[in-house]
């Protein structure tokens, strides 16, 4: 989303952003302070192990339900139509910052899977019912789309 880091320091940063950054994110609950989630880019020379994440926000999605599994814990987002087009199971998608695999698909939502370290190191461990997440479908289904329909 179109935002710019206007400062760096220690385990804190910065940023300036748009209003479209407010309008699609979830970021209007962001305070100073709030723990955001954040990864290295890759670079072209090293393997991709994973989806694509361009750190863009297609969408907001709402957690429905949080269930421990064993030692994982299963989130239920609820997206909106628009988005829910381009995830489907065992696909990738980004929720907050995080790329995942979609464990399943319902009728106006999707699953995730959360490993411990997932738990632990993101903001996805604090989850709970209603928590609002910011969503990044696979680009490349849109791009597919996007080819198919020309």
């Known amino acids: 989303m179109p935002s710019t880091a206007t400062g760096v320091r220690d385990r804190t940063f910065r940023a300036e952003m748009m209003n479209e950054t407010l309008q699609r994110t979830a970021l209007e609950r962001a305070v100073a302070g709030s ?21 863009h926000v297609d969408g907001v999605g709402t957690v429905a339900n949080v269930t421990e599994d064993g030692f994982a814990r299963r989130l239920e987002i609820e997206a909106p139509p628009a988005l829910l087009r381009y ?3 065992k696909g990738s ?4 910052g995080v ?6 698909t319902a009728n106006g939502s999707f699953t995730v899977s959360l490993i411990p370290e997932t738990l632990e190191r993101t903001t996805l461990g604090a989850a709970q019912r209603g928590t609002k997440v ?8 849109k791009y597919v789309e996007r080819l198919i329909a020309k």
């Open 93 to 96: 998608i980004a929720v907050d």
């Open 99 to 104: 790329s995942l695999t979609v464990t399943g």
């Open 134 to 141: 910011n969503l990044e479908v696979d680009v490349l289904a």
């Open 87 to 89: 995830v489907i199971e």
């Open 35 to 55: 723990a955001v989630n954040l990864e290295l880019p890759v670079r072209a020379s090293d393997r991709l192990g994973g989806h694509i994440v361009q750190g």
